[in-house]
């Protein structure tokens, strides 16, 4: 635990000594509120939720997310810090879970700043404020699982770019095997079977229980096997690299 | 302190490092020596864990690098090849994340950052950023790092790469120093250091270990090791040539031993000569070997290999 903590907060660190950090998270504001208010015509639907707010969320964090991560293991391997981090008395997991929890709680707080939208809300109606929890809650895990698959990405290659489009990538193919026009494509070449078990991979499907306030067992174990899965790869990719 | 038993680390079909085994004791200095690309960073990887070998062990302090690797990385102090850092930290909080991670806390890793930082000649720049150091500073910074939890074990590839004369000197002493107390193995293809710090040398090359010794033993394999040099009035190339092997310098003559523990036995018959001759002698040097010549006759150039 101490050495996840000190790994942690050493990449917290990182993102608010580089102008990074503060570049992100005015762009990540700036954006929601343009997808909520303009985009989302919040106040032209009339309606005290926040579903204008959320659901922008899986499409906004296509870029955003693996722009955060990207740099986790990437730069690692590029500067070659891998090689002190990974002999320093740890074990990788330490310093793969450390680094992923750094770029989360960055998200979270991403995520927390938005609170302005929950006192617009509720200034002009009177919306469900649980439903609204659970749609962060949803968020934050959604976040978490594009991230875990950066971390992935970023293991893969000493190149951030490349790292990024990667994941953006995957993340992208995450989303879209949710929606009809691919699920009737892919309908065409396979079983139905076939069809659902990759539709039920889509991010999207499970993130809309979250925003309508119904927190489901199967869709918080769906983000957190996703995000173990992520994490588990990325350790696998860290060691094939070192077993040569 | 550290014992390497038949070591192998294969990458695809390169057999980087070809079964080396040595072994290395508190208050000795190592000299590793080898061209670029003989496999003395694949060594050093493998004893600080970083690479798993592909067979053979490597135990430090009794414990297993690759069944124990936590116990083992904490005796261990390493500088990486090129001295990697964090070029985005100060020195000072660089410092104190390496030392936190070596499980030293408030007033113990205070104590550990400033002893590193006076060590290795840093107070200048401790609340600079890294990336804004020069290549002499950011070297060690990452000495330093490697210094800070006090380790029984050094393990440094290359240690003086990229230092200007002084630094160099600086940096060598302090091994010299190091290796009183701890088991110091250190990697370089400046062959004068070996002589600078060392107690033992080890070239390597193409994976294999060729020579090992303390710098004299290697010297000793030298073809001049002993090698008398003369310049006298009267000295002729063909009556030096049944001593040994004569190369005329002009003016000046090398002979070379037949053999190299033939050296004194060699001085003592060119001063016969000499005498019995009534050369003038200018000068006479006994010579001793070049380890740099010891080192191009083991080793085969990069260029070769490849």
Same mark, same amino acid.
């Given at each position: 635990?101490?050495?996840?903590?000190?790994?942690?907060?050493?990449?917290?660190?990182?993102?608010?000594?580089?102008?990074?950090?503060?570049?992100?998270?005015?762009?990540?504001?700036? &954006?929601?509120?343009?997808?909520?208010?303009?985009?989302?015509?919040?106040?032209?639907?009339?309606?005290?939720?926040?579903?204008?707010?959320?659901?922008?969320?899986?499409?906004?964090?296509?870029? &955003?997310?693996?722009?955060?991560?990207?740099?986790?293991?990437?730069?690692?391997?590029?500067?070659?810090?891998?090689?002190?981090? &990974?002999?320093?008395?740890?074990?990788?997991?330490?310093?793969?879970?450390?680094?992923?929890?750094?770029?989360?709680?960055?998200?979270?707080?991403?995520?927390?700043?938005?609170?302005?939208?929950?006192?617009?809300?509720?200034?002009?109606?009177?919306?469900?404020?649980?439903?609204?929890?659970?749609?962060?809650?949803?968020?934050?895990?959604?976040?978490?699982?594009?991230?875990?698959?950066?971390?992935?990405?970023?293991?893969?290659?000493?190149?951030?770019?490349?790292?990024?489009?990667?994941?953006?990538?995957?993340? &992208?193919?995450?989303?879209?095997?949710?929606?009809?026009?691919?699920?009737?494509?892919?309908?065409?070449?396979?079983?139905?079977?076939?069809?659902?078990?990759?539709?039920?991979?889509?991010?999207?499907?499970?993130?809309?229980?979250?925003?309508?306030?119904?927190?489901?067992?199967?869709?918080?174990?769906?983000?957190?096997?996703?995000?173990?899965?992520?994490?588990?790869?990325?350790?696998?990719?860290?060691?094939?690299?070192?077993?040569? | 302190?550290?014992?390497?038993?038949?070591?192998?680390?294969?990458?695809?079909?390169?057999?980087?490092?070809?079964?080396?085994?040595?072994?290395?004791?508190?208050?000795?200095?190592?000299?590793?020596?080898?061209?670029?690309?003989?496999?003395?960073?694949?060594?050093?990887?493998?004893?600080?864990?970083?690479?798993?070998?592909?067979?053979?062990?490597?135990?430090?302090?009794?414990?297993?690098?690759?069944?124990?690797?936590?116990?083992?990385?904490?005796?261990?102090?390493?500088?990486?090849?090129?001295?990697?850092?964090?070029?985005?930290?100060?020195?000072?909080?660089?410092?104190?994340?390496?030392?936190?991670?070596?499980?030293?806390?408030?007033?113990?890793?205070?104590?550990?950052?400033?002893?590193?930082?006076?060590?290795?000649?840093?107070?200048?720049?401790?609340?600079?950023?890294?990336?804004?150091?020069?290549?002499?500073?950011?070297?060690?910074?990452?000495?330093?790092?490697?210094?800070?939890?006090?380790?029984?074990?050094?393990?440094?590839?290359?240690?003086?790469?990229?230092?200007?004369?002084?630094?160099?000197?600086?940096?060598?002493?302090?091994?010299?120093?190091?290796?009183?107390?701890?088991?110091?193995?250190?990697?370089?293809?400046?062959?004068?250091?070996?002589?600078?710090?060392?107690?033992?040398?080890?070239?390597?090359?193409?994976?294999?270990?060729?020579?090992?010794?303390?710098?004299?033993?290697?010297?000793?394999?030298?073809?001049?090791?002993?090698?008398?040099?003369?310049?006298?009035?009267?000295?002729?190339?063909?009556?030096?040539?049944?001593?040994?092997?004569?190369?005329?310098?002009?003016?000046?003559?090398?002979?070379?031993?037949?053999?190299?523990?033939?050296?004194?036995?060699?001085?003592?018959?060119?001063?016969?000569?000499?005498?019995?001759?009534?050369?003038?002698?200018?000068?006479?040097?006994?010579?001793?070997?070049?380890?740099?010549?010891?080192?191009?006759?083991?080793?085969?150039?990069?260029?070769?290999?490849?």
């Amino acid at each position: 635990m101490r050495a996840i903590r000190i790994i942690c907060a050493r990449e917290l660190e990182a993102y608010f000594t580089s102008p990074v950090a503060y570049v992100f998270l005015v762009i990540f504001l700036l &954006l929601t509120g343009f997808f909520t208010f303009t985009a989302g015509a919040f106040f032209e639907r009339g309606e005290a939720s926040l579903s204008a707010f959320f659901g922008w969320h899986p499409w906004l964090y296509l870029v &955003l997310v693996p722009a955060v991560g990207m740099r986790l293991w990437a730069e690692e391997r590029r500067a070659g810090t891998i090689e002190l981090l &990974l002999t320093m008395p740890i074990t990788a997991w330490q310093a793969i879970i450390g680094k992923f929890l750094a770029s989360w709680l960055f998200l979270a707080l991403a995520l927390v700043l938005t609170f302005p939208v929950v006192l617009t809300v509720n200034v002009l109606g009177e919306p469900d404020n649980g439903a609204i929890a659970a749609g962060y809650v949803g968020s934050f895990l959604l976040a978490g699982t594009y991230l875990a698959l950066t971390c992935m990405t970023s293991a893969m290659t000493r190149n951030q770019v490349v790292a990024f489009i990667l994941s953006v990538v995957i993340c &992208l193919f995450l989303i879209l095997v949710g929606f009809n026009p691919v699920t009737d494509l892919l309908g065409r070449w396979t079983s139905s079977a076939v069809v659902d078990t990759v539709a039920a991979f889509s991010v999207v499907t499970h993130f809309d229980g979250f925003q309508k306030g119904v927190l489901d067992s199967r869709d918080l174990i769906f983000f957190f096997s996703m995000i173990g899965f992520a994490l588990f790869a990325t350790g696998v990719i860290i060691r094939g690299h070192r077993a040569g | 302190m550290i014992r390497i038993e038949n070591l192998v680390k294969t990458f695809g079909a390169k057999r980087a490092v070809d079964g080396i085994s040595f072994g290395v004791e508190r208050g000795e200095v190592l000299g590793f020596l080898g061209p670029n690309g003989s496999g003395k960073s694949t060594t050093m990887r493998m004893i600080t864990g970083f690479y798993p070998p592909t067979s053979g062990r490597v135990t430090v302090g009794g414990h297993d690098v690759a069944e124990n690797p936590i116990a083992a990385k904490r005796l261990i102090g390493y500088l990486p090849e090129n001295a990697a850092s964090y070029p985005d930290m100060t020195v000072e909080s660089f410092l104190g994340f390496t030392a936190a991670m070596r499980g030293l806390d408030g007033a113990a890793r205070k104590r550990a950052v400033g002893r590193a930082i006076e060590m290795c000649f840093l107070s200048a720049v401790v609340r600079q950023n890294i990336d804004t150091l020069s290549k002499g500073y950011k070297h060690r910074t990452c000495l330093a790092q490697a210094l800070i939890h006090d380790p029984e074990v050094l393990v440094l590839d290359e240690p003086t790469d990229g230092l200007d004369p002084n630094q160099k000197h600086e940096v060598r002493n302090l091994i010299r120093e190091l290796g009183k107390s701890k088991a110091v193995v250190f990697s370089t293809h400046i062959l004068e250091e070996v002589d600078a710090a060392c107690s033992r040398a080890i070239i390597i090359d193409r994976g294999k270990i060729v020579a090992q010794g303390t710098p004299n033993e290697l010297r000793a394999r030298s073809r001049l090791e002993g090698a008398v040099t003369l310049q006298a009035d009267g000295a002729t190339a063909e009556k030096l040539s049944a001593l040994g092997r004569v190369e005329d310098f002009a003016g000046a003559f090398r002979i070379d031993p037949r053999d190299p523990s033939h050296g004194p036995e060699l001085a003592a018959a060119v001063i016969e000569l000499v005498n019995r001759e009534g050369w003038k002698v200018h000068g006479m040097y006994s010579e001793r070997g070049e380890l740099d010549e010891v080192f191009r006759s083991l080793t085969q150039p990069d260029t070769a290999a490849a």
